[in-house]
C-alpha cells in the first residue's frame, strides 16, 4: 500500500504486543547504525486503534488465485500478533503518537 502525505511506514520485528491495551512495540533497523559492533535497533510504540486495519500475507499455494505464488492477504485480530512476527506499520501521528492506520504481517514459512 502506498504512503500518503502525513503517514509514515514503518517495518520490522515485534518485540510486544498488548492487544488489551491497543498498544506494539516494533524493532526496527533503521536508520542504520552500528553501536559496539551490533547493529542498533530502533524501538517505536505503536497505538492500535480499533480501525486499525491488520492481515497476515502469505504465499497462495492452493492454486485459488490468479497465479501460483501469489499474495493473499487474510485478516488478523490483534491477539493473533505475536514477538517475533515481521510487520509493516501504516500510521499516522496523532497527538503525538503514532497510531497504526494498518499492519501488515509476514511470518516465515515453516
Known amino acids: 500500500m502506498p504512503v500518503r502525505a502525513g503517514e509514515v511506514s514503518y517495518s520490522g520485528t515485534v518485540k510486544a504486543?498488548?492487544?488489551?491495551?491497543?498498544?506494539?512495540v516494533l524493532g526496527e533497523v533503521g536508520p542504520?547504525?552500528?553501536?559496539?559492533?551490533?547493529?542498533?535497533?530502533?524501538?517505536?510504540?505503536?497505538?492500535?486503534?480499533?480501525?486499525?486495519e491488520?492481515?497476515?500475507v502469505k504465499r497462495a499455494t492452493d492454486g485459488a488465485t490468479a497465479f501460483s505464488g501469489d499474495f493473499v492477504r487474510t485478516g488478523l485480530a490483534p491477539g493473533d500478533v505475536a514477538p517475533?512476527?515481521?510487520v509493516t506499520a501504516k500510521c499516522v501521528v496523532?497527538?503525538?503518537?503514532l497510531t497504526a492506520l494498518v499492519l501488515t504481517v509476514v511470518r516465515a514459512e515453516r
Open 32 to 52: 542504520w547504525k552500528v553501536v559496539g559492533g551490533a547493529t542498533e535497533i530502533t524501538e517505536r510504540a505503536i497505538l492500535l486503534a480499533a480501525s486499525t
Open 94 to 97: 496523532q497527538d503525538g503518537k
Open 84 to 86: 517475533g512476527d515481521f
Open 17 to 24: 504486543i498488548d492487544p488489551a491495551a491497543g498498544t506494539l
Open 54 to 56: 491488520i492481515a497476515l
